[in-house]
């Protein structure tokens, strides 16, 4: 984020003022310095994501060295062989996206007496090139990860397909929001 842009405060804290109440942003770190992170955290961004372990690795320490409040989210794909360094590191995994990688976690967190809050991934758009759970095959995922004792399902997250016309991704943000109602309503232990 260069200063010919405006400073990463300037730029930051119109956003945060028309966020409606209750919403949450998380600011994606993918590609950024600490520099950066923590001025975006000084202008009062409360949650970092991180797609990669291996970044969120070397940045955590520099910014936890620095005293700034900051949770920690995965937001990328989690592949199953970084999970015991993600639950760690990440305070938060919204990522999710099978049985197997919930039961990695779940292990993990068990072996170090923590439970992780986590998303569920919904590949919305049914593109190949995504992760996560299809549509249909939410629900049972859910049901199946609320057995897990130290693993906690809070919401469900999607990246719909990208379209010029962003009234075109509607519906996949819709059906997304339509099974996250249908959960909510559900009495699945652990969700």
């Known amino acids: 984020m260069s200063e010919g842009n405006g400073s990463v405060s300037d730029r930051v804290r ?7 109440p209750g919403t949450m942003l998380v600011a994606a770190a993918k590609g950024r310095s600490p520099e950066e992170v923590a001025a975006a955290l000084r202008a009062g961004v409360a ?25 920690w989210h995965m937001i990328g794909h989690l592949q199953r062989n970084k999970v015991k360094m993600a639950v760690q590191l990440f305070d938060a995994i919204d990522s999710l996206d099978s049985w197997r990688l919930a039961k990695r976690i779940d292990r993990r967190c068990a072996a170090i007496g923590r439970t992780m809050p986590v998303l569920v991934e919904v590949n919305s758009g049914r593109e190949e090139a995504k992760a996560g759970v299809l549509p249909e095959d939410v629900d049972a995922l859910v049901r199946e990860v609320g057995g897990f004792e130290h693993v906690r399902v809070q919401g469900l997250m999607t990246m719909g397909p990208f379209f010029d016309d962003p009234e075109k991704s509607r519906p996949y943000f819709r059906a997304t929001r339509e099974a996250f109602q249908r959960l909510a309503g559900a009495d699945f232990p652990n969700v």
């Open 14 to 20: 119109p956003i945060l003022e028309a966020l409606p």
């Open 47 to 71: 949650h970092v994501g991180h797609n990669y372990v291996q970044e969120a690795e070397r940045m955590i320490p520099l910014i936890e060295a620095l005293h700034l409040e900051v949770r």
